[in-house]
């Protein structure tokens, strides 16, 4: 079974015989602040009336830390050799470029 995904061009090293491209998985990821995922975690482990209790003193000393954000998504990253020939032959993607890669077991 096949899965085709579309990555985007991240790096390309030309040696001149052969050409090198970094890909990086082309997916929307919504970033998640620290701050969030520490409310939610810390409101899944306590009842309903020491949440009455704790959250808005919790909520108080996360308004004075920085926002952080973290990926919610690890994305793949695909690195591909190629004789720079076939690598003209797909038209010379730059970066920013978007490809498709079908995945499959052979």
């Given at each position: 079974?096949?899965?085709?995904?579309?990555?985007?061009?991240?790096?390309?090293?030309?040696?001149?015989?052969?050409?090198?491209i970094s890909l990086i998985e082309d997916v929307?990821?919504?970033?998640?602040?620290?701050k969030q995922l520490i409310v939610e975690n810390v409101a899944k482990k306590l009842d309903e009336d020491t949440k009455k209790q704790v959250m808005p003193l919790l909520e108080?000393?996360?308004?004075?830390?920085?926002?952080?954000?973290?990926?919610?998504?690890?994305?793949t990253n695909i690195s591909i050799t190629m004789p720079k020939n076939r690598y003209?032959?797909?038209?010379?993607?730059?970066?920013?470029d978007k490809l498709e890669v079908e995945l499959k077991k052979i």
């Open positions: 079974m096949a899965e085709i995904d579309a990555y985007k061009i991240q790096q390309i090293v030309d040696n001149g015989n052969a050409v090198q929307q990821t919504e970033p998640l602040s620290q108080a000393i996360l308004q004075a830390q920085p926002t952080i954000r973290v990926k919610s998504y690890a994305q003209e032959k797909m038209g010379r993607p730059q970066v920013g």
